[in-house]
């Protein structure tokens, strides 16, 4: 398949989101206490519908019933490995578009052993890591302080397509620049504000924004760097609205995407090949 351009993609971003008001698509979290609240409210903002659900009783039911599976490990806890890993085997089983966020990897020795558990029994359809994380997920040595990525920008379209390649996915390495890649085409994206590193959980938000893209349908590299995009883009017109008061901003991003979700300009999804 040949290169999109940015205005290609956002015409596909915005037939998915057509799609995703008609539809009003079913997104099942496994996710985090720090960050429920507010992708659960993202996915409302873009016309979908979430569910959190958690217990290892109810998630294959949930994820069967869903249109897309978000398995985050924010907040791991040993009760909750078998449900990340039972939601996101059900989601690969039945072809569900399932997006992995594997947060904090390698940072400990527990959430790094839970990464790589969990790929050895699912197969997602996209890993949203930060270059820290990814590189944990490839054997490669990282530095990651806490859950944040210190690696230095530029290592991210290396890292995309190395990650795509061995871990047979499409890999987004989110960072000052977000690199996408299928490890043969790789996007760049450049949309994005300093602010949306002054308030917890956007990192999450972006992988449930690339959840509900996929909910629509379409092919998955430019679904998902397109998404990036997007919730970049969300970002930069909250602060725009909001300055430098990152209360503000964080309620300014969801009215922003929200806004979004019904009418992106032309011109300011900022998207390049690698």
Same mark, same amino acid.
């Given at each position: 398949?040949?290169?999109?351009?940015?205005?290609?993609?956002?015409?596909?971003?915005?037939? *998915?989101?057509?799609?995703? !008001?008609? *539809?009003?698509?079913?997104?099942?979290?496994?996710? *985090?206490?720090?960050?429920?609240? =507010?992708? !659960?409210?993202?996915?409302?903002?873009?016309? #979908?519908?979430?569910?959190? !659900?958690?217990?290892?009783?109810?998630?294959?039911?949930?994820?069967?019933?869903? /249109?897309?599976?978000?398995?985050?490990?924010?907040?791991?806890?040993?009760?909750?490995?078998?449900?990340?890993?039972?939601?996101?085997?059900?989601? @690969?089983?039945?072809?569900?578009?399932?997006?992995?966020?594997?947060?904090?990897? %390698?940072?400990?020795?527990?959430?790094?052993?839970?990464?790589?558990?969990?790929?050895?029994?699912?197969?997602?359809?996209?890993?949203?890591? *930060?270059?820290?994380?990814?590189?944990?997920?490839?054997?490669?040595?990282?530095?990651?302080?806490?859950?944040?990525?210190?690696? !230095?920008?530029?290592?991210?379209?290396?890292?995309?397509? /190395?990650?795509?390649? /061995?871990?047979?996915?499409?890999?987004?390495?989110?960072?000052?620049? =977000? #690199?996408?890649? =299928?490890?043969?085409?790789?996007?760049?994206?450049?949309?994005?504000?300093?602010?949306?590193?002054?308030?917890?959980?956007?990192?999450?938000?972006?992988?449930?924004?690339?959840?509900?893209?996929?909910?629509?349908?379409?092919?998955?590299?430019? @679904?998902?760097?397109?998404?990036?995009?997007?919730?970049?883009?969300? %970002?930069?017109?909250?602060?725009?609205?909001?300055?430098?008061?990152?209360?503000? &901003?964080?309620?300014?991003? &969801?009215?922003?995407?929200?806004?979004?979700?019904?009418?992106?300009? #032309? %011109?300011?999804?900022?998207?390049?090949?690698?």
């Amino acid at each position: 398949m040949t290169t999109m351009t940015a205005e290609e993609i956002r015409d596909l971003l915005d037939h *998915n989101l057509r799609k995703v !008001a008609e *539809n009003r698509p079913l997104i099942h979290h496994v996710t *985090n206490y720090v960050v429920m609240n =507010d992708t !659960a409210n993202i996915t409302l903002c873009l016309g #979908a519908l979430p569910v959190m !659900a958690h217990a290892r009783e109810e998630v294959e039911e949930m994820a069967a019933l869903a /249109q897309a599976v978000v398995l985050n490990m924010g907040t791991p806890s040993p009760d909750w490995e078998e449900s990340l890993i039972l939601a996101g085997k059900t989601a @690969t089983k039945l072809g569900k578009p399932t997006v992995l966020d594997p947060v904090g990897a %390698g940072a400990t020795r527990y959430r790094t052993r839970l990464a790589r558990l969990i790929l050895e029994e699912v197969r997602p359809t996209v890993i949203r890591a *930060n270059a820290g994380e990814m590189s944990c997920l490839l054997g490669l040595e990282g530095e990651v302080r806490g859950v944040e990525s210190l690696a !230095a920008p530029e290592e991210t379209s290396r890292l995309a397509r /190395q990650a795509a390649g /061995q871990l047979g996915c499409v890999a987004a390495v989110t960072g000052e620049v =977000d #690199a996408v890649s =299928d490890g043969k085409r790789t996007y760049l994206v450049s949309n994005g504000h300093p602010m949306l590193a002054r308030i917890t959980g956007t990192g999450c938000m972006a992988t449930t924004v690339v959840a509900v893209l996929l909910a629509g349908g379409g092919p998955v590299l430019e @679904t998902t760097a397109g998404a990036l995009a997007l919730f970049g883009l969300a %970002g930069e017109e909250a602060a725009r609205m909001a300055g430098e008061r990152p209360g503000t &901003f964080r309620l300014e991003l &969801f009215d922003s995407l929200h806004r979004l979700a019904t009418h992106i300009p #032309a %011109g300011r999804l900022l998207l390049e090949e690698a």
